[in-house]
């Protein structure tokens, strides 16, 4: 298997750079709401903290996916590292290989 890098990075790195957007299956063009879109972006961020204290509860979540509340800011621990949790982490299940043409080939 080659290299793999891994979707919860990624997005961490385009969240850093203001490019969100480019998460999306490129297959939709323009065919969704972007603001909606980002709401959904930043709210699944939140729920992917590796500090469970630092991802908000599933009430929360419904709230600001809704609109009744305002989408918290990322706040990620700094004493939290992924390398180091004891648990399966979101690398080993769900890697992705960069030369697999995955965003060529979803149905």
Request: some cysteine.
């Amino acid at each position: 298997m080659g290299e793999c890098f891994y979707l919860l990075d990624w997005a961490l790195v385009l969240k850093e750079k203001g490019s969100l957007l480019d998460l999306i299956d490129p297959r939709l063009g323009s065919k969704f709401n972007k603001e909606d879109m980002m709401i959904t972006i930043n709210v699944a961020l939140l729920c992917c903290n590796v500090s469970a204290a630092l991802r908000p509860a599933m009430s929360s979540v419904v709230s600001m996916l809704e609109g009744r509340a305002p989408v918290q800011e990322l706040v990620l621990d700094p004493s939290a590292s992924r390398a180091c949790t004891s648990s399966t982490s979101v690398h080993d299940l769900y890697p992705i290989n960069p030369n697999s043409n995955y965003w060529e080939n979803r149905d």
